[in-house]
């Protein structure tokens, strides 16, 4: 039998989490009333997620998006004290872990989402390691590739056409990265794909002179979780179920 501790203790090495800057809490988030032998995951650790765990008798939840973010209200009332109610009554543990999964060059969101698309990867191209480059094979246009990425996730992109040119070198940064898009131009690439996008994202694509993919934070983020969830599952003896709990952001 394993505990969510020893888990837990286990991912921070595996992630090296001391090692990474974030402005969220990694790691075990809520301890469990028992040991770990049905683990599930998901992206996000809401109540819609909580629940369909707790139903499956899930005895821990492997999430990307966990609680206590910076600038949180601390308080555990309203959507914060349902989410932790729900938790607890059910007897589950909460591990969460954000950046540190984003940039993991095995498990991350980053690499898994290059598996998905077939992207040839060459790893991160930035100190942080959040943005990553790579080539697709075949230079299709920039608007078939849009067309591939929306079969491959199962959602259609947000695509803003500016050059229209064959896409051969790739920049990518999955969830919340449309703020990198000056930093991902300078890198010489012929497009760049990331999960969200501002108002002011198109009018920057445009000024830089690059085609632009706005896949879907949570369509962009669902795999540096599996995998994790299923290495885990493999290591420690345990069974493992991703939970998809549908969000079109």
Known sequence: MIDSIQIARYC???????????????GLQAAGSRPVQR???????????????????????????????????????????????????AGMS??????????HSEYGNNRQLAQVLGIKSDGPATEDQLIWVGEVPGGPPAARFADFVGERLARSPLHVPVIGRPV????WC???????IERAAALGVDLYLSGEISEQTVHQARELGLD????GHHATER????????????????THRFIDIDNPA
């Open 174 to 180: 999955t969830g919340g990265a449309q703020r990198f």
């Open 94 to 103: 909460l591990l969460a872990y954000h950046l540190p999964l984003d940039i």
């Open 12 to 26: 921070d090495g595996l992630l090296a989490v001391d090692a990474v800057s974030d402005y969220c809490p990694n």
């Open 168 to 171: 051969r070198r790739i920049a």
């Open 223 to 238: 795999y540096g979780v599996q995998a994790l969830g299923a290495h885990l599952a493999q290591r420690f003896g345990l």
């Open 39 to 89: 683990l599930m995951s998901g992206v996000t650790a809401s109540l819609a997620c909580i629940e369909a765990a707790a139903a499956q008798g899930a005895d821990a939840l492997l999430v990307h998006h966990g609680w206590f973010w910076k600038g949180e209200d601390p308080r555990l009332v309203g959507i914060h004290g349902r989410r932790v109610a729900a938790l607890l009554a």
């Open 212 to 215: 632009y993919l706005a896949a």
